[in-house]
């Protein structure tokens, strides 16, 4: 699959009642800009594959082999010994959702030890962005012994979104 470009985009907007505060208050209301752009490629800022899939859990974890991931057309993506550009988890349901703790070849990306968990709270959204680190073994690297992203809902029925950008080399 040819590869043109990537953005990640998040949105917030909040609206808040009307707040009695006195005139000589300010609020900063400026957000930094969330967009992140990726070209093709395999360099620091650069992508080549992207995984985008709705899943569903029944009370049971499962564990995603991110070299084994496959592109919304379902073409397998080559990411044997690459890295994970970016990583959006949307938490469809009203239970919460762990991630990390695989039994085994655990992906350390934003989790930092094989024993680490995040929890992506019920109808939460998890991004995670490492945009430009080049160089084997660095950064959130996909390898043989590092590829194992574990998803559980507990004792729940959820539903996600999950979208992740690659990039097929360490380098």
Sequence with gaps: MAFGSATISQQIKASLPSINLPTTYSVPCDMPKMDRVYSSGTGAG???GIHSKTYSLAATPTTLDLTAMTDPNGAAITCSTGRIRSLWLQNLSNYAITIGAAASTQWLGMLGTTT???V????GILTFSDPTTVGTSAGAY?????????IDPGANTVQFNLVILFCSAQS
Aim: zero cysteines; proline letters at 11%.
């Design 46 to 48: 650069q992508v080549d």
């Design 116 to 118: 680490s968990t995040l």
């Design 120 to 123: 992506v709270p019920p109808n």
């Design 142 to 150: 996909v390898d043989s012994t590092h590829k194992s992203l574990k």
